[in-house]
């Protein structure tokens, strides 16, 4: 069977994790200020504080910042962790329409549905590919509320050249097990606000002014340390960083291989009238965390049927957030969501995979109208008509 996903990790990702072992420090030590300063480096990020998942991020995110307002706005299609974070602070979910050409956050909808109660903003970049993150800054601080970017799906892309999590007041990555960057379970925050920075870090470690591994950097290794705050055990741990760093080693290839499978599926659907991926746009890079395609909703449950029967993986991202049992008081008006999360339908994406498994994929996909007529999926608008 085809995996919907698969982790790429190989020799680099064990020498640093043996490494971390060797050392003795396999908690929070040296290699997670290693992975911090790197990961600034190469994404021009001011102040990064690596945590042990992107929940984790997004939760300081919110606990770090000195939020006005009563609720946070976030899309229906993503993970739930997006929404439960506004939940740990005692914050109102929102919920904000999407584009259904690429199902991140739509400008248009948060326009409409924001108000001054409003504390944050969480646009997701769904898929690896930014949403238009200018615009929703924009409306965001008008309406002076923040802007956290649940960067996700989204390490290592640009928006006209900038990089995604540094265009909002704050930025949330995951590196989880299936990730574009894996550090097996992780995450990072960052920001260019020191202050939200030094409150994030104080945090994550439980709220004590310094770890063991700074303790013993000092001429006498000192036992004495003070808790300054209420905190959490949110910090990434070595062997987590020491995968994290080769990651960073390897992400300009894996990037470029998960480039090529995703031409290589646009290529054949373009001859399939009844499969439309989502649209790329012109003025971002793509991560290219999963590949998602629009296919007719009647059709959808059966051509995963259709593609296990083939031992191909396929899965959807994400049945709306506000459909699940803990959600059952929240009926949104969001009709784009409630029309295109019908018709999505995410296939396998790995850097690992070879031309043989994405031709596997192709021709899966490819044979399903066989002796069928199908018509191409409901067109859906951000503002449907009256």
């Not at 909808?109 to 200018?134: C, F, K, M, N, W």
């Not at 090529?260 to 054949?268: G, S």
């Not at 012109?282 to 999963?290: E, S, W």
């Amino acid at each position: 069977m085809i995996p919907v996903a698969k982790p790429d990790v190989g020799d680099r990702e064990l020498k640093q994790i043996k490494e971390a072992l060797e050392t003795g420090w396999i908690g929070l030590g040296p290699k997670v200020d290693e992975f911090e300063s790197e990961f600034s480096r190469q994404f021009n990020h001011e102040q990064v504080i690596a945590t042990n998942s992107g929940t984790s991020a997004l939760d300081l995110s919110i606990k770090a910042s000195e939020l006005s307002g009563s609720e946070i706005l976030i899309p229906p299609v993503t993970w739930v962790s997006t929404a439960f974070v506004a939940w740990y602070n005692n914050y109102e979910i929102g919920w904000v329409d999407v584009e259904p050409d690429t199902l991140n956050m739509s400008p248009d909808a948060l326009q409409e549905r924001i108000t001054h109660e409003t504390a944050a903003v969480i646009p997701v970049h769904y898929g690896g590919q930014p949403s238009e993150i200018d615009a929703i800054v924009d409306i965001a601080h008008n309406h002076d509320a923040i802007v956290i970017e649940d960067c996700a799906h989204a390490v290592g892309t640009t928006f006209h050249d900038k990089p995604i999590g540094s265009i909002g007041d704050i930025g949330c990555f995951s590196f989880q097990a299936t990730k574009p960057l894996t550090t097996g379970e992780g995450g990072a925050l960052v920001t260019d606000d020191e202050d939200v920075a030094s409150q994030a870090r104080l945090m994550s470690k439980l709220g004590v002014n310094q770890s063991t591994h700074e303790r013993s950097e000092e001429e006498r290794y000192s036992w004495y340390y003070e808790v300054k705050d209420v905190g959490y055990k949110y910090f990434m741990h070595d062997i987590s960083a020491g995968m994290g760093l080769a990651q960073l080693e390897r992400l300009p290839e894996m990037r470029t291989r998960r480039n090529e499978i995703a031409d290589a599926y646009r290529d054949r659907f373009e001859e399939l009238d009844w499969v439309i991926p989502l649209r790329d746009k012109d003025h971002v890079t793509h991560a290219r965390y999963n590949y998602t395609v629009r296919v007719p909703s009647e059709h959808r449950d059966h051509i995963i049927q259709h593609l296990e029967e083939h031992d191909v993986g396929a899965s959807v991202h994400y049945m709306p957030v506000y459909k699940h049992p803990v959600f059952e008081d929240h009926n949104p008006d969001v009709p784009v969501t409630e029309t295109v999360w019908e018709q999505i339908l995410t296939l396998p994406m790995s850097s690992t995979f070879t031309d043989e498994e994405v031709a596997t994929v192709i021709d899966a996909i490819a044979s399903y109208d066989d002796g069928q007529s199908i018509n191409a999926p409901e067109q859906v608008s951000v503002k449907p008509e009256n």
